[in-house]
């Protein structure tokens, strides 16, 4: 072999050399944790059928969690370690985990130390892991193919994005109580799918049973991410299947994985739609609508707006003739007549409310959106349904949608419980399409009044004591180590996706696990506003005491009337009016509030004769000319 090609060779080989200790130096830099824990599970058996289970990185603590389902609590728990880079040793508590090897956890909650080695000692990871087991509920499991895709904002944005895979569902003992391919599971909502914690719907493809409730073919799970007891939208649910003989949706507790991994407390719903074991209307022969707001309105979906501008979308028909519309539109106007009339008959049909709307429904759903404060009763996600289009007349359900209720809202009418707020008409500013028309004429007509009254009486009124009583507490007995443990899952992040937090709500800035445990204070929220709102209907309808209704008008510059800075009191004839808010700021000083036709000054301890307008007076603290050079508007 020549000189020549003796240095090639040695050119080449050396080459060789430094390539694979580049590329070895290059991967002892690179940081494979991410990369090897996304291919770490864990499997164990539950009766018989093998569950897979992967860990949840808290990276704030550094540590991993792995959540349990109820089903092993109290029980040894054994798990095989699957992972697939076989260039990385796993060491638990400094012993040697190889793919397939048992891992058996002996101590409760103990805080295991994880690490991860590569080639020549190389650490990739030296974390502490912890493993949590829940109590009481079951769990759903997910098996999908495309989970980023699912949970992306930017697929959901359209509605249309549909993952299918499969679906197993443990009760709280372990059994296998369900355990079905999907047919459709995507996320729904609106406000809320733009959280992380996100609500889904999912469906097969026959009718199944959960939690004890009829089967059905499509359900719901709602996050509840908005709401920190948990409770509201259980609470609504419970109280409308106490309260009304007609159907109205049920929902229990369970905690959802997504392959694999913990996503939380859900509240499992029936959906609010036409079929078999829900709401059982014929599809050829009525209407199922939804009272809906303008910005949520869709392409693609059936819209009839009345004369006066209240939007409802018709959920039971994918298209509508021009005929059937015009017959949808003058019933609805035909209603609206008769709400506006000053005797309660229509100028269309020449026909009385109660021969257009079924008063006994009506009154039930005005009552569940009263006790509840809803902040979007008369406006949304307020259903009814028709039994004939030929001789159509309107009752009102199934409920929906409470978990901006009983004071968790950022409207300030609707935070105050002694307040008869499903009266109110205009619940949005000036000039907002989205009013609540019809509940709020719906009370001016005294027939009605009667009804909601009387309805109240002997019925509500008990059903919501026994929820006070017991129920709440029910709840939270059930739901308060799942709670613990969604609260972990999603930190303080969960705390800026509420509407309002109690005062009294406090996260330690160090601790174990439990610190981000605020339950209890959010359910005393509830039962707070709960309470208030009793006595208050109580003294109203049982007592028959005499109210003035007091309309407090907050306009100032500085303050977003696009939650509507308008908030009604309701005072006692005779009595001092309490609790007037005093907006101020270093630009505004406050004056004070003044009757709108008298000019009289009005304060917390005045005494309230009669029905009034009281506005807030402003004065501005800024010497004339100089607001633009600050900045302010």
Known sequence: MSAGNKMRIFVAASACVILALALIVSYMRTDHEKEIMNGFSLECSVNGEKIKLKCWEDESQERYYLFLPSCFEGREKEFTLHYSDRKARLKIDDADYKDGDVFAEVSEEAVHRIQLEGLFGTSYMDKTLQILTSENLPAIMFEVEAEEELFSLEEFSNKKYIETGDMIMLDEAGNIVCQEKLEKLKVRGNLTATLDKKPLTFSFNRQIGLCGMAPAIKWNLLANATDGSYIRNKIVMDLANESIDGYEPDGEFTEVYVNGVYQGMYLLTEAVEVAENRLEISLGDGWLLEMELDFRMEEGEVYVTSDRGQIFEVESIETISDEEREKVQFFLNDIESALYAEDGISKLSGKSLSQLIDFDSWAEDWLIQEISGDHDTGIASQFSYTLSKDAPFLYAGPVWDFDGSMGNVNTPMYTNPAALTTSIGQTRPEGNANQNRWLSAMYRNPEFQEAVAEKYSRVFRENLEDILNTGIDRYVEEIRRSARLDALRWHQQRLGWMFVLPDDLQV????????????????????????????????????????????????????????????????????AIEGLPQYETEEYKFKGYFEKDSGQSIADGSIIWEDCVLKGIWEDSVPEGTREQTGEE
């Open 508 to 575: 330690a800035d160090e601790g174990d696990y439990r610190r981000f445990d605020t339950l209890d204070c959010h359910v005393n929220f509830v039962k707070e506003f709960l309470s208030r709102k009793l006595e208050f209907l109580n003294r109203l309808w049982i007592e028959k005491r005499e109210y003035c209704v007091v309309e407090v008008r907050n306009d100032a510059p500085f303050l977003n009337q696009d939650y509507n800075q308008t908030i009604y009191y309701w005072v006692e004839k005779g009595t």
